[in-house]
DNA sequence: GATATTTAGATGTAGGTACATATATTAGCA
DNA sequence: TGCTAATATATGTACCTACATCTAAATATC
């Protein structure tokens, strides 16, 4: 749906006003369909992408500190996140031999399953879902880059 | 910051793919930059959106339902956000006359002084912040509308 | 080497989303 | 009319962000 039909206006004082909010309305609509993907398998958004981001490194395990600065939400709260993770037995918290400030977070076998299935219908039911050629997603990505 | 900088990555299945994912970042750009703005004035980036919609209408009360279609993320609890907004005086619930399911909210003198001081701010700052063009808008607004 | 500073992670709190459900009221209709 | 269905809002719960603060441990500095 257009932004103006989906908050019902259609007066913006600027291209780049209507633009702020045209980049909030699509980042919202894309967190719904990929939440609405993740349902079936019990994840929120956020502790998927805690498992992509640990999927890179599998199976070596990754500091908190290190997840935090991949995830795109930079106030994050890792801790809590891998909390919610720990007691669904998809990952592992480890002591760190380094650092015993540190923890270490690793991927379960079953979390490594659960990854690998979920994102086997996520990934491209999310991607079929934008309506973009890869030409215009490129064009887009060059607008986007350094925005903000 | 561009994206690959900001997640650590550069390895994309497809520009489409880095697509969402830099919609994403860049509304949580966006949404910081808000809500640091906001941060003087004692309210949140949700409270400003609903008073700034009820300025729409002002001084006529709009309805809890009517604001809520109006609203970017639509699944916003919006009695919650008006409860917040009503403990600091800055909009009203009346009844309704037509309709006794109906809540009215109005603001009050308050709301809109509060609202016009922080939107002097608000709008030019965030505006500022936003590095393109107004013909650069105009082509990422074609490229959102309707993108999911 | 002892103390101060910094760092990593966990935790507390306020406010938010997403979604299910409750409650009251209105509309629909046999 | 009287019953059912639909609607408007409020409320409960789980999980999230934003941000302050706490604790333990490592590093820096004298």
Do not use: C
Not at 2 to 25: D, G, M, P, W
Not at 114 to 119: R, V
């Amino acid at each position: 749906m257009k932004l103006e039909e989906a908050i019902q206006t259609s007066r913006f004082s600027s291209e780049k006003h209507k633009a702020v909010l045209n980049i909030l309305y699509t980042a919202w609509q894309l967190k719904t369909i990929i939440s609405h993907e993740l349902k079936p398998f019990g994840i929120s958004h956020e502790q998927y992408n805690v498992l992509r981001i640990l999927k890179g490194s599998n199976p070596k395990a990754m500091r908190v500190k290190d997840i935090g600065t991949r995830l795109i939400e930079k106030n994050s709260n890792v801790p809590r996140i891998i909390d919610k993770l720990v007691a669904k037995k998809l990952v592992k918290r480890l002591p760190s031999p380094d650092d015993n400030r540190e923890t270490l977070i690793r991927l379960t076998a079953a979390g490594m399953q659960l990854l690998e299935a979920s994102t086997r219908l996520v990934q491209p039911n999310t991607i079929r879902a934008i309506r973009l050629s890869e030409k215009e997603s490129l064009y887009l990505n060059r607008l986007l880059d350094g925005l903000a």
